[in-house]
């Protein structure tokens, strides 16, 4: 386990599993959620679909302002 400020952050697993409570790669921050968010974020926020369907988008990325949009749709 990889702490800072007293708080986890990195969990590697003795199967190999690597757990990242926030990641953020340069400036852009990704998460999960199993629904598209309806919170405001900052323009480029990647949010993973985490119960992806067919017909449904991978993800999402804000574009700001409380917008959304799908990308990579699975057929």
Do not use: C
């Not at 340069?26 to 959620?33: A, E, L």
């Not at 480029?44 to 949009?69: C, D, F, Q, R, Y």
Request: glycine content about 12%.
């Amino acid at each position: 386990v990889l702490s800072s400020n007293y708080k986890e952050q990195i969990t590697l697993k003795p199967t190999g599993e690597t757990i990242v409570k926030e990641l953020t790669i340069g400036k852009t921050r990704i998460t999960t959620s199993d629904t598209k968010p309806a919170e405001s974020a900052a323009k480029g926020t990647i949010v993973l679909n985490s119960n992806p369907e067919s017909g449904a988008p991978i993800g999402w990325v804000s574009l700001g302002i409380g917008k959304w949009h799908g990308f990579g749709v699975i057929y």
